[in-house]
Every structure is written in structure tokens, then in C-alpha cells.
């Protein structure tokens, strides 16, 4: 098991893990660690592992076998040894900006209310497909509907529930193509904005920005169709 210390606090940017093992394939797990495993349309994060006598440049990370998180080299490379003491390091650029488009896609099925069908975040842009019949009649209303929330400065914080609290409210569940990872006994939630002010409430594994000024203005991209009735929507980093 990896203590996914990015759960607990997304900014946390280098510290200290210690090697559990390898995998067959070249990979490293450590007993916690601060990179973001691929899920949830939210890419690995990337990085570096440094310890005494060498330095490897982490590509990804990925999810292994129960609750372990794989780190990727980005080459072949020797790896350090079981039981070693590393120092590992962010690419916080890269995650960072997939925290603010993160939170912004949350915030765009906001201002879309429709069925999620699926989504995907880069570090320069990001998108979510929608159940949607017909193109949006209005895309700039729809840009600026969404910068007026990000404006409002909003705390992004979490929860956590019961699985079963969740399937009892399956309202909360906007992402027809992906249910929430349940099993554990407990889902995390993030909720942007607080009390009167609560603009969302999600289930989400994800890493998030603390408030919403953080992301910056958004510019829309395309509205592409994709099936008889699904839509996708295009936002950047303007």
C-alpha cells in the first residue's frame, strides 16, 4: 500500500518516501508519496526521485496492484534500492496547472447541467463530453458564465461519505461513463464554495486548486459533436 499523501494536501510539492519495491517492468513504489497516479481523466503527475548516489526522472505514475501507486522512469535507468530514503520532487509547474484546469471542468458542469459522458485534463486545457441534443446557442455566455464563478474566489475543500450514503444520493454523480471508486468504504467529495455560496459538490478523486482565483480566466474552445447526442466541450488556460 502508498500513502497517497496528495489526498491530504495538493500543494505539497517534495518530500521524503521510503522504496517498498519495483515492479517487473522498471517501476518504483514507494510507502507514500506526493505523485498523482493517472485516473479520473487527471494524467500522472511527473518528477523526480533523488537519494544518495543517484537521481531518476519520473515520467508518471500510475495505479499498481490494491492501493500501491507505480512511478515511471522516464528511461531506463538503475533505480533505487529497496529500503532506500529518497527525496522526491514535483514537476509542480505541470500539476499545478492540472489542478486549475481540474477545478475548472467542475465548475463547467456547472454552468452546462447536463449528464457528464466523460472529460479529459491537460496541462493547457481540458475537456468534458456532455449529453447534449444540440450545440450551445450561446457559447459566450456559456465563457463568461463560467469566469463570473471563477471570479467569486471560491474555497475548494473536501469531504468524505460512506459508499453507501453515495448510492443513496446518486444525484451527485454527474459522470455517466465513470462511477466514483467505491469499496474502500468511504468516497471523497470536493465541494467549491461553502454554505449559500456552494457552487458544486462532486465526488472526485482528483487534485483541486484551494480557491477558485487560482485557475485563472478560461477561454472556451471547440464544441465538437461526438454521437447522436453528445457533445464536447473544449475549455484552455487563456
Known sequence: MTEALFREDAYLQETYGTVS??????GVILDRTIF??????????????????????????????????????????SLPPVGAEVTQRLDW??????MRVHTALHLLSVVIPLPVTGGSIGSEKGRLDFKMDEPPADKQALEDALNALIERDL???????TDEELLSNP???KTMSVMPPTGQGRVRL????????????????GTHVARTSEIGRIRFGKVEKKGRDNRRVTIHLD
Open 36 to 77: 498523482y497516479a493517472t485516473g479520473g481523466g487527471q494524467p500522472g503527475d511527473s518528477g523526480w526521485l533523488d537519494w544518495s548516489g543517484g537521481s531518476l526522472p519520473i515520467a508518471t505514475a500510475i495505479k499498481g496492484e490494491g492501493q500501491e501507486i507505480i512511478l515511471v522512469p522516464a528511461e531506463p535507468a
Open 21 to 26: 519495491g519495483h515492479t517487473p517492468e522498471g
Open 93 to 98: 509547474m505541470r500539476r499545478h496547472r492540472h
Open 155 to 161: 474555497v475548494v475543500s473536501d469531504d468524505w461519505i
Open 171 to 173: 444525484a451527485m454523480i
Open 190 to 205: 470536493v465541494r467549491i464554495g461553502q454554505g449559500a455560496n456552494q457552487a458544486d459538490l462532486q465526488p472526485c478523486g
